[in-house]
């Protein structure tokens, strides 16, 4: 199940390829050129984290594929008790909430924080809030 859950999170040059169109040569092409950032496998093969595939597909004003945003039965209820918290909830509060283990929801968070769902300051987890991004935007200013 780990192993799962790890691997959602990375893309093949392959799986890549179908969701731009492209071949996998023209992916690895993005690799070496440093167009998208990868990791090399011992085995040779890339991976490139969902992350930062969805970075390459906004800086080239790609579509995303909704497949791509599907979240897991867990990262949905995650996000709801993060939501259910404005004020900011710690990986201990919400694993009491869920009645899961610290590590699977510092997991599960990363994943969440990956694509933007929540966001961290210090030890608490946030949900995203535009107007609470827009005050800070403005107030840096």
């Given at each position: 199940m780990?192993?799962?859950?790890?691997?959602?999170?990375?893309?093949?040059?392959?799986?890549?390829?179908?969701?731009?169109?492209?071949?996998?040569?023209?992916?690895?092409?993005?690799?070496?050129?440093?167009?998208?950032?990868?990791?090399?496998?011992?085995?040779g093969?890339?991976?490139?984290?969902?992350?930062?595939?969805?970075?390459?597909?906004?800086?080239?004003?790609?579509?995303?594929?909704?497949?791509?945003?599907?979240?897991?039965?867990l990262?949905?209820?995650?996000?709801?008790?993060?939501?259910?918290?404005?004020?900011?909830?710690?990986?201990?509060?919400?694993?009491?909430k869920?009645?899961?283990?610290?590590?699977?929801?510092?997991?599960?968070?990363?994943s969440?924080?990956?694509?933007?769902?929540?966001?961290?300051?210090?030890?608490?987890?946030?949900?995203?809030?535009?107007?609470y991004?827009?005050?800070?935007?403005?107030?840096?200013?």
């Amino acid at each position: 199940m780990a192993r799962k859950a790890r691997a959602k999170n990375w893309l093949s040059v392959g799986k890549i390829g179908e969701y731009c169109l492209v071949s996998t040569a023209t992916v690895r092409r993005w690799i070496k050129t440093g167009e998208m950032s990868a990791i090399r496998l011992p085995s040779g093969h890339y991976r490139v984290s969902l992350s930062n595939f969805k970075d390459f597909l906004q800086r080239h004003n790609m579509s995303v594929s909704e497949e791509l945003y599907q979240m897991s039965e867990l990262e949905e209820r995650l996000l709801e008790a993060v939501r259910q918290n404005p004020e900011g909830a710690t990986a201990a509060q919400l694993a009491e909430k869920l009645n899961i283990a610290n590590a699977v929801v510092g997991r599960v968070a990363r994943s969440l924080l990956d694509v933007g769902k929540i966001r961290k300051e210090d030890n608490r987890y946030f949900p995203v809030n535009f107007g609470y991004e827009l005050k800070k935007e403005r107030d840096e200013e």
